[in-house]
């Protein structure tokens, strides 16, 4: 995992609509919760993808926006997002790579880990969270590290 306080890998990846999303857009206006997860449609990840939907609406007051990443492509995403009516972006990372620049591993070796992290408004990252099970945890993490940001 990247270390706190370190910058945040800036990517460029396709949300399920097949729009560009670039991690710098967001720098000195939000910050970003961004997760990643291993798989669209299985049973944890889409608990983890409808915890942050319902948590959506106190991220937002918090000045900041939830980006979730898997290696899934564009029409999966596009799916599961009108499945379970998300209101935030999905992003295809078919290649891994920015997995890779994010340093998230492998769950038992076998699958995609399961990684969130935290990024302030300028970039840098101020919470992370690694477990490959526990989905709410990564939302109640998300949630605290955004409240601290917000009284320092």
């Known amino acids: 995992m990247l270390e706190l306080g370190t910058e945040a890998p800036d990517f460029e990846l396709q949300d399920q609509d097949g729009n560009l999303v670039q991690l710098?857009?967001?720098?000195?206006k939000r910050s970003v919760v961004l997760f990643f997860y291993p798989r669209d449609n299985t049973l944890v990840c889409t608990i983890e993808v409808c915890a942050f939907r319902d948590a959506h609406m106190d991220i937002h007051a918090r000045d900041a926006v939830v980006l979730g990443i898997?290696?899934?492509a564009v029409p999966s995403h596009k799916s599961i997002v009108e499945r379970w009516k998300l209101p935030y972006r999905l992003l295809s990372d078919p290649d891994g790579g920015v997995r890779k620049a994010y340093q998230v591993g492998r769950t038992l070796g076998l699958f995609?880990?399961?990684?969130t992290y935290v990024i302030d408004k300028?970039?840098?990252v101020r919470g992370a969270v690694d477990d490959p099970l526990r989905a709410g945890m990564h939302v109640s993490e998300a949630l605290r590290t955004l409240a601290a940001q917000s009284t320092s």
């Open 122 to 124: 300028e970039g840098i």
């Open 70 to 72: 898997s290696n899934d």
């Open 112 to 115: 995609p880990g399961r990684v």
């Open 24 to 28: 710098r857009s967001f720098r000195g």
